[in-house]
């Protein structure tokens, strides 16, 4: 491809609302550009990058059986509303005004559908079913380009099975596939156990990249044996010690205290743990809300899918007005005593199992209680693990020492079990001629975000660097002066011998354009083998290759030039 006739608008400088490498290299490098909020277009180089990731994939896919398919992206609300999506998608879902339709943010629903009518007997199970096609998600705040956006391409693929065991086999199969398909896309990247989720299903782990700007926070041990999401991770650490006392409730004045920080401050305490922090939250009930006071250690944080797990996705944080109404008073003051009084049903993390000399909210602002006792004040307490993992805790098994890093999840694996097929009556045969439900996995994979991941991983102030299967092009050719006749024609003659070869090969055939703009482009865009031709080497029969990565510059000579570029793009 000549860059003349290539349209790679490259820009010198950042756009000023990019700040995460990726953003800012895909739109400096020409790949996409912003069309609205979490919305972009894709440029060519863009384009072919992410048509190589989704070619990579299918090739994965069909290896482990998969057929491909092509689902719409306008899905009738009805379809949805038998599963209970319709609503439970809540604004994520973009639904259409004039027409009973939404823009489908995931194809569970569709695929299901067509599994219905169509795989009735044993015989037909198991499948694997996928596509590669875009995806709308009402994202609340898309950020860092096409890392979280509004339109995206994914990977979705379904598995069918008539047994759990055969479940486990398709599960296994795309986890293993998923792995090739990582590996082939350069990323270094992290297996880890998932929340379930909006899914409903019983297993689930996620493809992790490590990366500064990954929206999760994964947790993983130094011996490397246990890695999980932090949203349901746990560890081993020692819980607050039962003391002997028996000291009486003790309400205090705590003028303007509003954190555990604040009060800590106030009672000239370093250690936090007994200064148990009270949350409430409000469980939306068929009938009526049930209301929950969540306990957990001052120095922890309560961790809301492990309440999810526990209580249901709807559950959420009591808002401001609901909280003065149920407690008596705002978020700082708020704590357990005579919190059954108030219809409120307390839970308290694993750590504060029986612990005495708690001190707390008296549900009366600007007031504390001190020397709470779980087992004398709250005796209807019920304990459960509800806390966020913290980095330099202990595996627990407390083997190895806990890590806290940030990720992006580029792929998702559900075994989703019977969620979706019972909601739709997707039933089947079995040998005996009894009636069974379908038994469904589901399984995910960002594009863009793929290709976004990778590029995080692997930049430099220059630009970009691309290897392996994850190179736009073989090599760049760069002619430094298109105006002078050897230089010109050498080429020229390169680049008609290379396309012959099969190399697919980007030519800088521009003319007037200065060589430092050239070099500059070219490292930018990030082609790993760069091959540079100009008078001052030519003039010694000389070719210059550049490797994009480290820099190193050999000199050939312009008749072994090709053959060294055959063997150096093949790395
Ligand atoms: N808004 C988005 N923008 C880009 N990629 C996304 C977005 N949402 C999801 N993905 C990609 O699709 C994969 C499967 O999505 P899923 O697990 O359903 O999403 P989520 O974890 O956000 O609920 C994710 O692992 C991620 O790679
Ligand atoms: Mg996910």
């Known amino acids: 491809m000549r860059l003349t006739q290539y349209f790679v608008p ?15 290299l895909m739109i ?50 009805e379809l949805w509303a038998q599963t209970g999506r319709l609503e439970d998608y809540g604004d994520l879902m973009f639904r259409i005004k004039n027409r009973e339709l939404v823009l489908a943010p995931t194809h569970e629903e569709v695929f299901t559908s067509i599994a219905k009518p169509n795989l009735i007997s044993y015989k037909d199970l198991p499948k694997i079913w996928y596509q590669i096609q875009s995806k709308f998600r009402n994202e609340e705040r898309p950020r860092a380009g096409v890392l979280r956006g509004r339109q995206f391409t994914m990977k979705d693929a379904y598995s069918f099975d008539s047994t759990w065991e055969g479940l486990d086999k398709s599960y296994d199969a795309m986890a293993i596939a998923y792995r090739n398909i990582f590996n082939r896309c350069g990323l270094n990247f992290v297996i880890v156990s998932a929340h379930s989720g909006a899914m409903g299903g019983s297993a689930s782990e996620e493809f992790m990249v490590p990366s500064p700007v990954g929206e999760d926070n994964i947790v993983y041990s130094e011996d490397g044996k246990y ?23 003790e309400e205090f004045h705590t003028p303007n205290i509003k954190s555990i920080e604040e009060l800590a401050g106030f009672l000239g305490i370093e250690d936090k743990s007994r200064l148990a922090k009270s949350r409430v939250f409000v469980n939306p009930g068929k009938e009526k809300n049930e209301i929950i006071m969540v306990l957990v250690c001052g120095d922890d944080e309560v961790n809301e899918s492990k309440l999810q797990n526990h209580f249901g996705l709807n559950i959420r944080p009591a808002h401001s007005e609901e909280l003065a109404e149920i407690t008596g008073a705002d978020a700082g003051s708020i704590g357990p005593i005579d919190a059954r009084s108030k219809g409120i049903k307390v839970f308290a993390d694993l750590l504060l199992k029986d612990a005495n000399e708690l001190i707390s909210g008296a549900n009366k602002n600007d007031y504390h209680i001190k020397n709470i006792d779980l087992i004398r004040d709250v005796p209807d307490v019920e304990y459960l693990d509800l806390r966020v993992v913290k980095e330099g805790e202990h595996t627990s098994d407390s083997s190895s020492v806990i890590r806290v890093t940030r990720a992006i999840e580029v792929g998702h694996i559900f075994k989703l079990g019977t969620k979706f097929s ?11 001629g009894k009636e069974n439900v379908i038994i469904m996995g589901s399984y995910g994979i960002g594009v863009e975000r793929t290709v976004a991941a990778y590029i995080e991983q692997n930049n430099d102030e220059k630009g970009i660097i691309w290897s392996g299967e994850m190179k736009p092009f073989d090599l760049m050719l760069i002619s430094l002066n298109q105006s002078e006749g050897t230089v010109k024609e050498q080429a020229e003659k390169m680049y008609s011998e290379l396309l012959a070869k099969g190399v697919d090969v980007l030519f800088d055939d521009r003319q007037d354009v200065r ?14 083998l760069q091959a540079i031709v100009g008078e001052k080497n030519l003039a010694q029969g000389n070719i210059e290759l550049k490797i994009r990565k480290t820099g190193e510059r050999i000199l050939v000579n312009k008749d072994d030039a090709l053959n060294k570029i055959i063997e150096l793009a093949g790395t």
Request: proline share 7%.
């Open 28 to 77: 400096r490098s020409g790949m996409i550009r912003p069309l609205t909020s979490g919305v972009y277009s894709y440029l060519p180089l863009g384009l072919k990058m992410f048509r190589k990731v989704e070619e990579i994939i299918r090739q994965e896919m069909n290896a482990i059986g998969g057929n491909e398919f092509y689902l719409p992206v306008l899905s009738p609300n």
């Open 422 to 432: 019972e909601a739709l009556n997707a039933t089947f045969l079995d040998a005996e």
């Open 227 to 249: 890695s999980s999401n932090i949203e349901v991770a746990v560890s081993f650490k020692e819980g607050v010690k039962r003391l002997e006392s028996d000291l009486p409730l």
């Open 515 to 528: 060589p430092g703009v050239k070099f500059n482009d070219s490292d930018l865009i990030g082609i790993p």
């Open 10 to 24: 490259t820009l010198k400088d950042d756009p000023v609302d990019a700040v995460v490498a990726s953003h800012r």
